[in-house]
């Protein structure tokens, strides 16, 4: 079993900073893609950034420019840094992760609880 472990959210003021955490724990042996996921009320769950296939990285395009994602050595820690916030990035922000738990098995893929984003002035 994997745990993802999401922490960072809470309320950020229109311009300011948000930076999210995400620990991945348990049985791993590979992570192919890491990476967050944001959805706001009404809305589809999209993605934001992440790790895919070793070190490519990807952005939506609502937040190129604004986002970073970093990681450490490990790689099984992400950060997600947004910087500046707007009233649009306001959502449950989810981790996930495709592990490879065992040689000759597949991927699995993992979700995070999510952590609620609320931006306000």
């Known amino acids: 079993q994997v745990h993802l472990v999401e922490s960072g959210g809470g309320l950020v003021r229109p311009g300011g900073s948000l930076t999210l955490s995400c620990y991945a724990s348990g049985n791993i042996l590979l992570i192919r893609i890491m990476g967050w996921y944001r959805q706001a009320p009404g809305k589809e769950r999209e993605l934001v950034a992440a790790f895919d296939n070793g070190d490519m990285i990807v952005y939506d395009d609502s937040v190129k420019g604004r986002a970073t994602i970093a990681r450490d050595d490990t790689k099984t820690t992400v950060f997600l840094k947004i910087d500046p916030v707007t009233p649009e990035d306001a959502a449950v922000y989810y981790c996930?992760?495709?592990?490879?738990?065992?040689?000759?098995?597949?991927?699995?893929?993992?979700w995070g609880q999510g952590t609620q984003v609320n931006v306000s002035s």
């Open positions: 996930t992760a495709d592990v490879l738990q065992r040689v000759g098995e597949g991927y699995t893929n993992y």
